[in-house]
């Protein structure tokens, strides 16, 4: 069966400072992946989808941003974090370009002090 | 573009109660619709989807139904528990092509429920 894994799962970081986020899928090959963050517990923003290796789409403009360096990995990255960069990151896969619906990862919290 | 909305929050029912959370979507075609929920600290599991019109989705108690006409897909339980207390998202996506897998979520509507 596929699983999804996140690391960390919680992160507290200075204003200013790098962030490296990661996401894993395991059981799977070639899937789509998402990166989204979501603010006060509520409404969900996506971020980043990747198609494949290498191929990574932005869905808006922002402090942040992501790769894939292997079929079932994505990373989201910051060279310096901003207070608004608070939230929690949630990584999402779906098998393929025929299948609708997406999996999710436990999350990460991401607290900029 | 596409678009969904929710009914506003928070719902707040006694255990046992009936629930309904309104959904209605906005797009062209015939997308995919879905229910997901969230626990508290948790990232969002699948709940139930419904892929054409007239399709029902259903799981643990809940119901949905795929509206053409209505362009709806409210999600329903005919008796909640405390364990439902939760943020219940409405979604919509075209599957795979040029929209990419890409989900629309509604905003979200936060449950609890009391003993």
């Known amino acids: 069966s596929q699983t999804i894994h996140q690391w960390p799962a919680t992160l507290v970081q200075p204003v200013g400072s790098p962030l490296s986020l990661e996401c894993t899928v395991e059981?799977?090959?070639?899937?789509?992946l998402y990166w989204y963050r979501q603010a006060a517990g509520r409404g969900l923003q996506l971020l980043f989808y990747?198609?494949?290796?290498?191929?990574i789409s932005s869905e808006v403009p922002q402090n942040l941003s992501a790769s894939r360096p292997q079929d079932r990995q994505f990373i989201l990255s910051s060279k310096k974090l901003l207070l608004s960069d608070s939230g929690f990151y949630l990584c999402?896969?779906?098998?393929?370009?025929?299948?609708?619906?997406?999996?999710f990862g436990p999350g990460t919290r991401l607290t900029v002090t | 573009g596409d678009s969904v909305t929710q009914m506003e929050g928070p719902v707040t029912l006694s255990e046992e109660a009936f629930l309904t959370i309104n959904c209605t979507y906005t797009?062209?075609?015939?997308?995919?619709l879905f229910w997901y929920v969230q626990y508290p600290g948790e990232g969002l599991q699948l709940l139930l989807k419904?892929?054409?019109?007239?399709d029902k989705g259903s799981n643990k108690g809940f119901e949905a139904t795929y509206r053409k006409e209505t362009t709806s897909f409210h999600l329903e339980k005919g008796s909640v528990q405390v364990s439902d207390s939760a943020v219940y998202f409405c979604?919509?996506?075209?599957?795979?092509?040029?929209?990419?897998?890409?989900?629309?979520f509604g905003q979200g509507t936060i449950l609890t429920v009391h003993p």
């Open positions: 419904a892929t054409k019109a007239d």
């Open positions: 979604a919509l996506s075209r599957g795979g092509g040029t929209s990419y897998g890409k989900l629309t």
């Open positions: 797009a062209t075609g015939y997308p995919s």
């Open positions: 059981g799977t090959s070639n899937p789509n």
């Open positions: 990747s198609v494949g290796i290498g191929q």
């Open positions: 999402a896969w779906t098998p393929g370009p025929e299948d609708h619906e997406q999996y």
